[in-house]
């Protein structure tokens, strides 16, 4: 035997195999990218840095206390990495302490988290297994017990990390200022110091709000008075006005699927052809972050950015808002949202007033049953179905939002409901993911057929929009081989993030594909333009798309950003129209422009500085100003 554990000190055995399976995860799970041999050197300093400041806590205690409490770290670290290898696989990010008190959501994910869990995880636990065994053995005398023994312990672990933030701080200056990017800290300080990190930041921005003034916001609105705001009215302004407005949120909808095949086929002939009849922005790209759809109501409905981290659904419910419901409410205007899962989901019951939405059609107006339902709940085209006689009652103009379902992770499709090939790939979500956008699709037309037959038709305008991508990094290698490329880049990465953006307006003929770039930031000043509602003030991030004055710039929510000429993401600038990786010098006045922009947008939210401002709109006299 090469050392006699029974007389080493227990804690250190355990934190050479915690960190061992740390490094592992980091590796082979989390799959986090090593760009230079400092990252490298810092992957596996900091798994052995963490470990050890952890472990080495115990040398306070008692030498049977120390046995006790080091059993507990294993586990506590164990669950807590199992937790986010869980969370990763779906949504190639790592937990936050916002993310984690969404509680209400815990329920509701409970058929994802079993598809996402392997057998092979239970590895994840074999430390503590061994440790458990080993404990039962292991001598009270090797444990530290004098001062200046758990002294030394201490200063080691600590020391070991110091060295570790050091290193972090050489190979990615002002990591903890900028803190945009979770992998980038996570694979720097590792995944515990990181929710060490982010509950300091939770603390914090608790605290902003009791601090905020009023002055600030007047800085916010220079600011986008000078660079967002369009000085033109909209080329449709007024075409909306007192027409009834359907939104219709797409679950997970990527532009990939748009205008492609699989197979020969069509993976959504509907939309397609509706494109030829609507206006369509190919180059519109979805902006959120954790909080996934409900990141995508917030930003359309308010034209801000979501947070870097959690949903501001759930940590800013009770913010003073200027939201599209509230201010159509104002130009008469009823207004609902219609979604078949809990209440609760999202905070939403909450949000949906704060938003200033006058009902909420949740998961108890619908009729659910096991025929009705597939993966996450009641089926598109069910959903669509028992909603029309809601639609129907709702008194006009009225401003509706449906939020489709199906389509969401992991993607799964009772057979006999498939009418297209699932994709043949080692990723069984992408395979999926096909069969259930398909689906979406043939619901969305049959919806258009029934707002035909309800009349409900031709005094509404139409906006289809996807909320956010469907398909994360973890499957690259099986989405590169659909668009037959060699490999997914970050800059391939970014352009996934496109999601469709389609304003249908009965009755108008044609289509126009729309190139230059937009987000969902600039949904709200477009669909207000269209109901000539026009605001002089206004903090918003988001331009009128049917303006041309201003020179677009897409910022996402980690600060990557899209400009008419270049794509910025990961320190990399490129040609946006090339892909070519071309100088920073052409994207570094962007990036700043951009981290200011998030900026702003935070303060007011964590601020929630709206509460010392007043918006003020007014809508166009004459009815229809189109040319
Ligand atoms: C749940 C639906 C889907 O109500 O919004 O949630 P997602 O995971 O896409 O945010
Ligand atoms: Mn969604």
């Known amino acids: 035997m090469l050392f006699n554990y029974s007389k080493t000190p227990f804690y250190a055995i355990a934190a050479f195999l915690f960190a061992v399976k740390t490094y592992m995860v980091y590796r082979f799970i989390f799959d986090l990218s090593i760009e230079n041999p400092l990252q490298e050197i810092i992957l596996i300093i900091n798994p052995i840095a963490t470990a050890f400041l952890f ?22 670290g164990s669950l807590i990495l199992y937790f986010n290898v869980i969370y990763f696989r779906s949504f ?88 945009f990017d979770r992998e980038y800290l996570v694979k720097n300080i590792g995944v515990f110091n990181f929710h060490l990190y982010d509950v300091a930041l939770h603390s914090k921005s608790k605290a902003q709000r009791v601090l905020a003034d009023g002055s600030e916001v007047k800085q916010v609105e220079e600011y986008t008075n000078k660079n967002i705001k369009s000085g033109q009215p909209s080329k449709l302004q007024g075409i909306a006005k007192d027409k009834n407005i359907i939104y219709i949120s797409a679950e997970s909808l990527q532009s990939f699927v748009i205008n492609n095949k699989l197979n020969g086929e069509e993976v959504t002939p509907f939309l397609n052809d509706l494109i030829d009849e609507s206006y369509y922005f190919e180059n519109f790209y979805h902006q959120t972050e954790q909080g996934k759809t409900s990141d995508s109501e917030f930003v359309i409905e308010n034209s801000m950015y979501p947070l870097s981290r959690g949903a501001v659904f759930f940590t800013h419910s009770q913010n003073e808002l200027n939201a599209v419901p509230e201010i159509v409410g104002d ?86 409901q498939q009418t297209i090939d699932k ?7 992408l395979n999926n993911y096909f069969t259930t956008a398909r689906y979406t699709d043939e619901a969305i037309k049959q919806f258009f057929q029934q707002l035909k037959e309800a009349g409900e038709y031709k005094d509404s305008i139409l906006v289809i929009y ?43 003929e044609g289509g126009r594909t729309i190139s230059k770039v937009s987000g969902q930031m600039d949904m709200k000043p477009t669909i207000l333009g269209m109901m000539g509602i026009e605001t002089e003030n206004g903090v918003d991030f988001g331009t009128d798309l049917f303006t041309s004055d201003v ?18 993401t990961r320190d990399t600038c490129y040609n946006r129209k090339s892909g070519e990786e071309i100088s920073m010098e052409k994207c570094k006045p962007l990036v700043s422009k951009a981290q200011q922009e998030l900026n702003y947008s935070d303060s007011i939210i964590y601020g929630d500085l709206l509460r010392f401002y007043d918006a003020e709109y007014t809508q166009v006299e004459e009815d229809v100003n189109y040319k």
């Open 466 to 508: 996807g909320d956010h991508y469907g398909i994360s990094e973890y499957h690259n290698k099986a989405m590169s081989q659909y668009l037959g490329k060699e490999e997914i880049t970050p800059y391939d990465h970014i352009q996934l993030q496109r999601v469709p953006f389609i304003v249908h307006i009965p009755g108008h």
């Open 92 to 179: 190639s990010d790592f937990l936050t302490i916002p993310v984690l008190f969404q509680s209400s959501n815990a329920g509701d994910l409970g058929s994802s988290i079993l598809q996402l869990t392997y057998t092979l995880d239970l590895l994840l636990f074999l430390d503590v297994a061994i440790i458990y065994f080993l404990s039962k053995k292991i001598s009270l005398d090797a444990q530290p017990s004098l001062k200046n023994m758990k002294l030394r312990a201490t200063v080691i672990a600590v020391a070991l990390l110091v060295g570790n933030v050091v290193l972090a701080e050489l190979e990615r200056p002002m990591l903890f200022v900028r803190a």
């Open 331 to 416: 130009y008469g205007y009823t207004s609902a949202v219609f979604h078949a899962n809990n209440k609760s989901f999202w905070n939403r019951s909450v949000m949906y007033d704060t938003l200033g939405y006058d009902k909420f059609y949740s998961e108890t107006s619908y009729n659910v049953n096991s025929e009705n339902s597939i993966g996450w709940g009641l089926s598109d085209k069910a959903f669509f179905d028992q909603s029309i006689k809601y639609l129907k009652s709702m008194e006009e103009p009225y401003y509706a939002k449906f939020i489709t379902l199906t389509n969401h992770f992991p993607f799964e499709l009772p057979e006999e």
């Open 423 to 429: 994709f043949d790939s080692n990723s069984k979500t």
């Open 55 to 76: 472990f080495t806590a115990v040398v306070w205690f008692k030498p049977e206390k120390q046995i006790k409490y080091t059993r507990r770290i294993a586990l506590i």
């Open 551 to 568: 020179d677009p710039l897409v910022v996402l929510r980690d600060g990557s950003f899209i400009s008419e000429n270049y794509l910025y």
